[in-house]
């Protein structure tokens, strides 16, 4: 059973920079002030009465928690430890940035029974950190998540392919670097030009064009592909579709769709099935067989897959499932050809 996360935002609080692409009101849809103790207690009552019996976790997300006043920090922190004691929530996890990390903060986050700390490392190319004004490096990234899993921690690297002086080839040794340090997960955000931030006056400029939404896609299933065969998951994928996304006015340009995850994992089977098909013979009619939990995904948000393998001239008669098969391979079926593969392993 997956975890019942219990969210608190707590947009742009603690923070001491601006970064180009960030608004984090806008991102979270929320204005308010920092949760009181007494409103998160409330919350989290609420929230288990709606799912009983389902392990829950209690997350702060957004700004950078540990930079918040320690007063503030425990005072939310606290309200969760009568939850945490009963057993009725099973964790708590913040989210922060990798140069508020110290061994002293570490020492206070573990006092206070928090089990997951997620990190916006963003990228961990200097120039990149450099031009969307980060203040960090990407060494002190680095190291921020190798001290957190030499703890009782799990850590996670938050990504953000596409930013001003990326590359696929950069957003890739990122991946590769926050891996090699022992992110125990992934969350991916394509750019995105939010009204109102840095980015959109560089856009505005020309100056700056984030990856559209197919390129945006393609680079986060390289990402996501990368991630699998290492064994690490990746939590995310996207901005969550709050309302002050979906207005139709806030996000300029940049990779972003209310079911980019599921994009992403159609990218990763259109692109199999194109490759094993090289391997047919014939025009003749081709069979895809799949995980019943991949029929989506094989086929395509709205069947786009099989729009655009016939428009590649590959026949697909129709989707089926078959449960022997693990999540990442297809099997293709003509009349007298089969051939089999993964996107974690055939290209």
């Known amino acids: 059973m997956r975890p019942l996360i219990i969210p608190f935002f707590i947009p742009h609080a603690g923070c001491p920079h601006t970064c180009l692409f960030c608004d984090q009101h806008l991102i979270s849809g929320e204005q308010a002030a920092l949760p009181s103790a007494e409103l998160i207690a409330a919350t989290v009552e609420e929230w288990l009465a709606r799912s009983p019996g389902r392990p829950a976790e209690v997350a702060f997300y957004g700004g950078s928690f540990t930079l918040l006043p320690q007063s503030r920090q425990q005072q939310m922190l606290q309200a969760v430890l009568p939850f945490l004691a009963t057993g009725r929530v099973h964790g708590v996890r913040v989210s922060t940035r990798p140069d508020a990390l110290d061994t002293a903060t570490l020492d206070f986050l573990a006092a206070h029974q928090v089990r997951t700390i997620e990190i916006g490392v963003q990228s961990l190319n200097d120039e990149v950190l450099q031009r969307t004004g980060r203040g960090h490096s990407g060494q002190q990234a680095l190291e921020a998540i190798q001290r957190v899993a030499g703890r009782d921690f799990a850590v996670g690297a ?116 194109l490759r094993l098909s090289e391997q047919l013979p014939t025009a003749d009619p081709v069979l895809v067989h799949c995980h019943p939990q991949r029929v989506s995904e094989v086929r395509g948000h709205g069947n786009r897959n099989l729009q655009r393998w016939r428009q590649a001239g590959i026949a697909v008669s129709g989707v089926q499932p078959d449960p022997l098969l693990d999540q990442h391979h297809v099997r293709l079926e003509a009349l007298t050809f089969c051939f089999s593969g993964s996107w974690l392993t055939t290209y």
Not at 180 to 205: D, K, M, N, S, W
Not at 250 to 259: D, E, F, S, V, Y
Request: hydrophobic residues 45%; glycine residues 12%.
């Open 158 to 273: 938050q990504l953000l392919p596409g930013l001003p002086g990326d590359t696929k080839a950069k957003a890739l040794d990122s991946l590769q670097g926050v891996l090699a340090a022992g992110a125990h997960f992934i969350r991916i955000y394509p750019a995105v030009v939010l009204a109102g931030t840095g980015l959109a006056r560089l856009y505005q400029q020309g100056s700056y064009c984030p990856p559209d939404l197919e390129q945006g896609t393609q680079l986060c299933a390289a990402l996501l592909r990368e991630a699998a065969r290492a064994g690490c998951p990746v939590i995310r994928i996207g901005l969550q579709a709050d309302d002050g996304l979906v207005s139709g006015q806030t996000i300029l340009a940049g990779c972003w769709h209310p079911a980019l995850g599921h994009l992403v994992k159609d990218e990763l089977f259109f692109e199999l099935v």
